[in-house]
């Protein structure tokens, strides 16, 4: 009897630690979406190595845009180039960045996005580099528009990329983060500039071409481009969210297991998740026509490609799409149209007084010779880039807590309210003061729209909808450096009014976007 006693609790006690090893097999394979396996990575070394990484990538793509505004008053002379050229100069890396913006961001988010911002940034720095020995104008600006097409890829890419990595809470905070490093590439371009350009001595001449120090210059300023590609290529993991959304699961629960290793160094169990919720995939490969002809296959590739930018006006993101457009409009009219013009407008303030000088005293200044070259010119340029700092620091501190919708908005309006005084300046000191006033309150909007754009639209269309707007900024940038050229010599109100009025308009504009504070990425 005692041994049959003990025989009908063995099998009841068994069963009770089954079904407790059950719950926990089944608790740890319970199939997790990509929030909470974000969550459950934690947040530590892996974020701060990709905010790095990432970070000089955007830093290559500030440097790569702003080398030529520090080049001009110098090249100007070897290139013998007139304001509308300087115009048509500082415009071409604009109207690049204009065709590869959509083209990349499509792409990304059909290809992936590590491969799309290796290629872009390769691309970048390779045409960068090689104008360095364009002989001539013409040459030069067409090699420049080759390098804006690398840099229109990753600038819209990256930040889709970094903020798919991010844990909710943390997005706002880490994605203004991201954005700093754009000071940073400010401040390196102006730096080096500062140093190198007035280096006569590094002068040199190779027969068929006169190398001077801008020229050396160019090719410094694609050294953060090219190592930066090299640094995606050899250590950088893909974006889970994208492959989570293109069904491989394997991949993206290995890259969260990668996370979470370098998140929690010291923890003794792996990562606890064995599966993901996967989206199931769309019927577009089953209609896809493989036997049609090669007019029916362009014509069906050419109408996927302009999906996502038809699904950006149509339904609940229409309102918002039409919002951003005028937005990122009016901040890249006025900020590169007048940023890129700051170093030439303080080499013409050098003498004292305002920018905005008479007709005649400008044109002395372009019959002038550029060299030696005045460094005070660098120095200011330098200061007006560092002045960038102040903002970008409010921008860390109070994006999640205020949202990115209130920040968009009161910076745009204050932008408008400086450039409305650089207008009114009489002095040099007037002006380096004002300038920086802009510098330090237009980089709060810019962050601020960097996570906004991000977290308006879903992943399949996070790419594509940040390449839609980055390029129709350009087709602004490009309009604002050619009116620029244009008047800058005969009235130079004009321009500085105009930036003032569309910074006001965007200001108001953004009011209309609804709040994305804290929100999940879809």
Not at 88 to 101: E, K
Not at 416 to 426: A, L, P, T
Request: hydrophobic share 45%; net charge positive; proline share 4%.
């Amino acid at each position: 009897m005692p041994r049959r006693a003990h025989e009908d609790t063995e099998p009841l006690l068994s069963s009770t630690h089954v079904e407790e090893d059950d719950d926990q097999v089944s608790s740890s394979r319970k199939k997790l979406s990509y929030e909470e396996a974000v969550e459950k990575t934690g947040f530590g070394l892996f974020h701060w190595l990709l905010l790095v990484v990432c970070g000089w990538a955007n830093a290559s793509d500030a440097v790569e845009i702003l080398c030529v505004s520090f080049l001009l008053p110098t090249a100007r002379c070897d290139l013998q180039l007139s304001s509308a050229d300087m115009g048509l100069l500082t415009a071409s890396i604009f109207l690049g960045m204009m065709v590869g913006g959509y083209v990349w961001g499509y792409l990304a988010d059909r290809r992936g996005r590590r491969s799309i911002l290796i290629i872009s940034l390769t691309v970048n720095g390779t045409f960068g580099a090689v104008a360095s020995l364009a002989p001539s104008f013409w040459l030069f600006l067409l090699l420049r528009f080759f390098s804006g097409v690398g840099v229109g890829g990753s600038i819209p890419v990256i930040f889709s990329y970094f903020s798919e990595f991010q844990p909710r809470l943390r997005r706002g905070a880490m994605i203004s983060a991201l954005a700093t490093f754009w000071m940073a590439g400010n401040i390196l371009a102006a730096g080096v500039a500062w140093l190198v350009i007035p280096r006569t001595s590094l002068n040199a001449h190779w027969g068929w071409l006169d190398f001077q120090s801008w020229r050396l210059f160019v090719v410094l300023c694609s050294v953060p481009s090219l190592s930066s590609a090299l640094i995606f290529r050899l250590f950088m993991p893909e974006s889970p969210k994208f492959l989570m959304e293109a069904g491989r699961e394997t991949e993206a629960l290995s890259v969260f297991q990668k996370m979470f290793k370098l998140n929690n160094r010291h923890a003794t169990k792996p990562f606890p998740v064995l599966g993901l919720v996967i989206r199931p995939k769309d019927d577009e490969e089953k209609s896809r026509p493989s036997n049609g002809s090669r007019f029916q296959r362009f014509s069906h590739q050419l109408k996927q490609a302009m999906d996502p930018m038809k699904q950006l006006f149509v339904g609940p993101l229409a309102s918002r799409s039409v919002v951003l457009l005028i937005i990122f409009f009016c901040i890249s009219f006025g900020y590169y149209g007048l940023w890129m013009w700051f170093p030439e407008l303080f080499k013409r303030a050098e003498d004292g007084g305002s920018p905005c000088t008479n007709t005649s005293r400008v044109q002395r200044s372009e019959n002038s010779s550029c060299y030696p070259v005045k460094t005070a010119v660098y120095m200011e340029g330098f200061i007006t880039a560092a002045s960038n700092l102040p903002g970008n620091i409010f921008t860390i501190l109070l994006m999640d807590r205020i949202g990115g919708k209130i920040l968009l908005s009161v910076s745009l309006l204050a932008s408008s309210v400086s450039v409305f005084i650089i207008y009114m300046v009489k002095t040099k000191t007037q002006s380096l003061i004002v300038s920086c006033v802009f510098s330090g309150v237009s980089v709060i909007s810019w962050n601020a729209l960097d996570v906004v754009g991000t977290e308006l639209y879903p992943t399949q269309l996070r790419s594509s909808a940040l390449g839609v707007f980055t390029g129709v900024g350009r087709v602004a940038a490009i309009m604002g450096n050619v009116v620029f050229g244009q008047l800058v010599d005969s009235n130079c109100a004009v321009p500085l009014l105009m930036v003032s009025a569309l910074l006001l308009a965007g200001g108001l504009a953004a009011l209309r976007l609804p709040q994305t504070k804290q929100t999940e990425l879809t």
